[in-house]
């Protein structure tokens, strides 16, 4: 069995320096879980690799990838009404696909208990926006803990987990990208193993469980009481405490990642302000806050992203007729991006300009990273495509982008997928774009494993409107961006052998006629598709298909095949430059001279390149070189 198996399944203490993400593994197996699900999201998706590292027959909960953030916190909430403690963990847009479900569960009675995981994204580092998913608390009525660091997120786990059963409630633990991945040292308790058992406890009577008309209203006023009790427990826990640094003048309360970044601003320029750390944020602990306001000239609420506490804290200000000077956000910088210790030092500066002024030594110029732009991999399919599909259409064509690694095709010099909104919104938009519209072509794109998150239903409704446009699904046979999870057309899932569903087979079961299934790597057959299927009226679809390669070439690597031969530029190029201006492959390089080279560590040999030149001056090397 692997190391990091061994320390997750370990009955004794331990102690392991590991990310936030594999932590909360050891946290669901001391929490005794037994049902764990997901849609793979960063920052979240290492929670489940950590699990892939237990074999299956040895792992002490159930865990799936379900095909979308609803139905896996679907799964988990039928497992909690039926007694055992589950668990869905997604990233934080994911809460929007969920929510439809989601937000009835603090009506429930959840007698396993649920904790649900949100890997929200101040930053945006991999997402659509920076939604602040706290909001979601207030309107669902579910509690949130919110750790600064790995070691309380696993902690902060396991508390959740209990209140949760406690109180048969669902529970928010929110965490944020640095929390999920930074690595430290935790210390693990030991683990007592509980006897399970596996009996079907589902009872009507410990609901009710149907939430319509009239019904609503008990179940209401049950979610509010229990969230009430709650917000007791948050004000004698000690998850929310007072780092007293005896500055009466200067109070700071803080959270999550903004209050580890705040001491190490604090130790880096030698001022102390008192601290109220809380590590429960909904709902707030009235009793500590109405202390700190009273015993402090001035608070400074020191939030990521949007101003929810800022506000709850001058409103219990105002409740309790406390005078205290209490700011939150200066303007509107102080709302964007991850509160690292460069921007706490810049959003406190510009309410204690002097107190946190800098010193004499500090602030020298720190040596900037190499900016590393997103671009698709080296033989990628996408590439292909997107280099066959721009010959097919003309420069008045919209194409509408989806989530994926394909997203990348609106980079130059492709500029393909000019508008995003979510995964699987492709043939929504283009459906509207289509309208009233009957001189610009409109192009959709979706990936394989968004066809089943949430493309499916854009799809029919293309069909059942007789809409006009063209799909072209860019299937890859994995969910690549998040890590190459498994989906539905794969035939397997996260534990064993499961039934392919085929694309094109249920494309043509939905009656769609007029579909067309390419490898992405024939380009010429790709572009003529492309302009067969562009040029019918009505909804019509291409497949454009070809594997990862990231994930084919690191499968080789594993059965130590190498790679094909790599590529060499011939005296045969007369310097077009096709393969880096229009086929854009990194591998490729111009030389001072002008001469094109290829950089043979990113090269894999695919050979995909080749058919891109119009000298045909791209060969194989003769053999791969070790
Ligand atoms: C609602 C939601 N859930 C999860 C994600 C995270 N995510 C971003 S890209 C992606 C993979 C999409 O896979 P696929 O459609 O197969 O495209 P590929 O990356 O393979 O090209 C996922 C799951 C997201 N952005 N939004």
Redesign the pocket.
């Known amino acids: 069995m692997k190391r990091l198996a061994e320390i997750l399944l370990s009955k004794d203490k331990t102690q392991e320096i590991m990310m936030g993400n594999w932590g909360l593994v050891r946290a669901m197996i001391e929490a005794n879980v037994r049902v764990v699900t997901s ?4 920052p979240t998706p290492e929670i489940a690799t950590a699990i892939a590292q237990i074999p299956h027959e040895d792992r002490p909960f159930y865990f799936e990838f379900s095909v ?2 609803k139905v896996a916190t679907e799964v988990a909430f039928g497992a909690s009404i039926n007694g055992h403690l589950s668990c869905v963990f ?2 934080s ?2 809460l ?2 969920a929510a439809d479900s989601l937000i009835q569960l603090g009506l429930m009675e959840l007698i396993g208990g649920m904790v649900i995981i949100l890997g929200d994204d101040p930053g945006a580092n ?3 926006n920076e939604q602040d998913n706290r909001h979601f608390a207030k309107m669902s009525y579910i509690p949130i803990f919110e750790p600064s660091s790995p070691t309380e997120a696993y902690q902060m786990f396991k508390e959740a987990a209990k209140i949760s059963q406690e109180k048969k409630m669902p529970v928010f633990l929110r965490l944020t990208t640095h929390v999920c991945h930074y690595k430290e040292l935790i210390e693990f308790e030991a683990w007592n193993k509980l006897e399970f058992d596996p009996s079907p406890k589902f009872d009507p009577d410990n609901g009710p469980y149907i939430p319509i008309t009239s019904a609503v209203f008990p179940m209401k006023r049950k979610a509010l009481k229990k969230l009430s009790e709650f917000a007791e427990y948050a004000d004698k826990s000690s998850l929310n405490f007072v780092n007293d640094n005896s500055n009466k003048d200067i109070g700071i309360i803080t959270m999550g990642l903004p209050y580890y970044s705040l001491l190490d601003v604090m130790e880096e320029m030698k001022v102390k302000a008192d601290i109220l750390k809380l590590g429960i944020v909904y709902p707030l602990p009235q009793e500590k806050i109405i202390d700190f306001l009273r015993s402090h000239k001035e608070v400074k609420i020191l939030e990521e992203l949007d101003d929810l506490v800022e506000r709850d804290v001058k409103m219990i200000a105002f409740d309790n007729k406390i005078d205290v000077k209490i700011t939150g956000k200066n303007d509107l910088l102080d709302w964007e991006n991850e509160y690292t210790p460069d921007k706490v030092k810049e959003v406190l500066r510009k309410q204690w300009s002097s107190f946190f002024a800098p010193a004499q030594a500090e602030d020298k110029q720190k040596p900037l990273l190499n900016p590393r732009p997103a671009q698709m991999c080296p033989g990628c399919g ?1 590439r292909s495509a997107f280099h066959a599909i721009r010959k097919a259409i003309d420069k008045d064509t919209i194409t509408v982008g ?6 990348l095709g609106f980079l130059p010099p492709y500029r393909i997928g000019q508008a995003l909104l ?2 699987g919104h492709s043939n929504g938009t283009a459906a509207g774009l289509s309208l009233f519209n009957n001189k610009r072509k409109v192009v959709s794109f ?6 089943f ?2 493309g499916l239903p854009g799809i029919i409704n293309a069909l059942f409107n007789n809409h006009n446009h063209t799909l072209i699904i ?1 299937e ?1 046979g ?5 890590g190459h999870q498994d ?1 539905p057309a794969v035939g397997k899932n996260f534990n064993e052998v499961s039934e392919k569903i085929p694309i094109l087979d249920m494309l043509k079961g939905m009656g769609i006629t007029n579909v067309r299934s390419v490898d992405t790597y024939q380009q010429a057959k790709l572009t003529e598709a492309v302009k067969e299927a562009v040029a019918e009226e009505g909804f019509s679809v291409v497949i454009a298909k070809h594997p ?1 390669m990231l994930k084919f070439t690191r499968e080789l690597a594993k059965k130590k095949i190498g790679n094909p031969p790599k590529v060499q530029v011939t005296a045969k190029c007369n310097r077009t430059y096709e393969c880096i201006s229009e086929f854009a492959c990194p591998s490729y390089q111009i030389n001072p001279d002008g001469s094109v080279w290829v950089q043979e560590d990113l090269c894999i040999g695919d050979g995909s390149c080749k058919q891109t030149c119009p000298s045909l001056a791209i060969e194989s090397k003769a053999k791969e070189e070790k």
């Open positions: 849609y793979p999201g960063s979308n953030e997604f990233k847009v994911g929007n696909v991999s997402s659509q996408h989806d989530i994926g690694c394909h997203t979510s995964m979706l990936g394989d494993s968004t066809f998150h949430a860019m890859n994995t969910t690549a961006m998040t989906h990862c």
